[in-house]
């Protein structure tokens, strides 16, 4: 993790929002609906700048997007509006590939694409 980029692993994103941070999955509708993080929100990358003061600013924030690289971008954008955010490194691949849920709308499992 550097100063500029906060990063996390799954496992540490899990502990996160276990003690109250939101999980916040950046990726576009068709990727949310095959299969998200079961406790994540779904806000897309491209409506961060316009919904951005109804986030918390009062827990830690986790970005995920598929493998981090969007994500990364949330996080430097939000952190430098005071945000407290954390990119969850390798995104949903990494989740998905150590074992953490991918569900659907309904609990269904889902998948990542």
């Not at 955010?85 to 609990?107: C, K």
């Given at each position: 993790?550097?100063?500029?980029?906060?990063?996390?692993?799954?496992?540490?994103?899990?502990?996160?929002?276990?003690?109250?941070?939101?999980?916040?999955?950046?990726?576009?509708?068709?990727?949310?609906?095959?299969?998200?993080?079961?406790?994540?929100?779904?806000?897309?990358?491209?409506?961060?700048?316009?919904?951005?003061?109804?986030?918390?600013?009062?827990?830690?924030?986790?970005?995920?997007?598929?493998?981090?690289?969007?994500?990364?971008?949330?996080?430097?954008?939000?952190?430098?509006?005071?945000?407290?955010?954390?990119?969850?490194?390798?995104?949903?691949?990494?989740?998905?590939?150590?074992?953490?849920?991918?569900?659907?709308?309904?609990?269904?499992?889902g998948m990542v694409i």
């Amino acid at each position: 993790m550097n100063a500029r980029l906060p990063e996390v692993d799954p496992n540490e994103a899990v502990e996160l929002v276990d003690d109250g941070a939101l999980l916040l999955d950046v990726r576009e509708m068709d990727e949310w609906q095959a299969g998200h993080a079961p406790d994540a929100r779904h806000v897309p990358m491209s409506t961060i700048p316009r919904v951005m003061r109804d986030l918390p600013t009062d827990v830690p924030i986790v970005a995920i997007c598929r493998s981090g690289r969007r994500s990364a971008e949330v996080t430097v954008y939000m952190n430098n509006a005071g945000f407290d955010v954390r990119n969850l490194e390798g995104g949903m691949q990494e989740w998905s590939a150590t074992g953490h849920p991918v569900v659907t709308d309904d609990g269904s499992p889902g998948m990542v694409i």
